[in-house]
């Protein structure tokens, strides 16, 4: 180039671009507050997917697990009647003789009230693999079942359309005696026990 544009000497200017470091302070703090942001809704979306439970901590920075509510249990020893209330009828259903005697005999000992004594009805006679079946009335079900069945375990139950109180006891092919009498008892004072409540989880 010539006139007053004309470049002299061995040294030529550099052309730089001006730093960006303004730009690159800003790209940098836009990030962090996206960051921010992004985080602060992923809290927010688990705190609504769990529930929005808030945990509280002791002094110890350890969480205080507050006890469940207890639920209020049903009275059961209202709701089951003694053995003295109820009347067992005992049936062999075994090719066994006997049987029916002996199994009532006990049952009297141990407070039931005894009814109806010898070999089952056709119906059942030889046809019940397990070790019993308690039959009664659609009432039974509500607790004389149960009182009941703490004498021999493993005893099988079935309503039919009596309208009376008493159950039937038709002894099965896998019957050999009833239960001992001191884990018949702990059965059944366990029926009279509410189930206690299960504790609550952090």
């Not at 030529?12 to 996206?34: D, S, T, W």
């Not at 688990?46 to 350890?62: H, M, P, Q």
């Given at each position: 180039m010539g006139g007053k544009y004309r470049i002299t000497g061995d040294v030529y200017p550099r052309m730089r671009r001006p730093r960006r470091r303004r730009r690159i302070v800003l790209g940098a703090a836009a990030a962090v507050l996206v960051l921010g942001a992004a985080g602060w809704g992923t809290a927010q979306l688990i705190d609504v997917f769990s529930g929005g439970e808030e945990k509280t901590t002791t002094a110890a920075g350890r969480p205080d697990c507050k006890p469940a509510p207890k639920a209020t249990a049903e009275p059961a020893a209202a709701t089951l009647p003694k053995p003295?209330?109820?009347?067992?009828?005992?049936?062999?259903?075994?090719?066994?003789?006997?049987?029916?005697?002996?199994?009532?005999?006990?049952?009297?000992?141990?407070?039931?009230?005894?009814?109806?004594?010898?070999?089952?009805?056709?119906?059942?006679?030889?046809?019940?693999?397990?070790?019993?079946?308690?039959?009664?009335?659609?009432?039974?079900?509500?607790?004389?079942?149960?009182?009941?069945?703490?004498?021999?375990?493993?005893?099988?139950?079935?309503?039919?359309?009596?309208?009376?109180?008493?159950?039937?006891?038709?002894?099965g092919t896998a019957f050999k005696t009833l239960d001992p009498k001191a884990a018949a008892d702990a059965a059944l004072v366990a029926l009279t026990k509410p189930k206690p409540p299960v504790p609550g989880r952090c």
């Amino acid at each position: 180039m010539g006139g007053k544009y004309r470049i002299t000497g061995d040294v030529y200017p550099r052309m730089r671009r001006p730093r960006r470091r303004r730009r690159i302070v800003l790209g940098a703090a836009a990030a962090v507050l996206v960051l921010g942001a992004a985080g602060w809704g992923t809290a927010q979306l688990i705190d609504v997917f769990s529930g929005g439970e808030e945990k509280t901590t002791t002094a110890a920075g350890r969480p205080d697990c507050k006890p469940a509510p207890k639920a209020t249990a049903e009275p059961a020893a209202a709701t089951l009647p003694k053995p003295a209330q109820i009347t067992v009828n005992v049936y062999n259903a075994t090719p066994r003789s006997g049987l029916a005697k002996a199994t009532a005999d006990e049952l009297k000992k141990r407070g039931f009230v005894i009814g109806k004594v010898g070999n089952a009805p056709a119906a059942y006679d030889k046809k019940i693999p397990g070790t019993g079946l308690l039959l009664g009335s659609p009432d039974a079900t509500k607790g004389t079942f149960s009182v009941v069945g703490t004498q021999l375990k493993g005893a099988t139950t079935k309503v039919d359309a009596r309208t009376t109180a008493d159950v039937d006891l038709i002894i099965g092919t896998a019957f050999k005696t009833l239960d001992p009498k001191a884990a018949a008892d702990a059965a059944l004072v366990a029926l009279t026990k509410p189930k206690p409540p299960v504790p609550g989880r952090c």
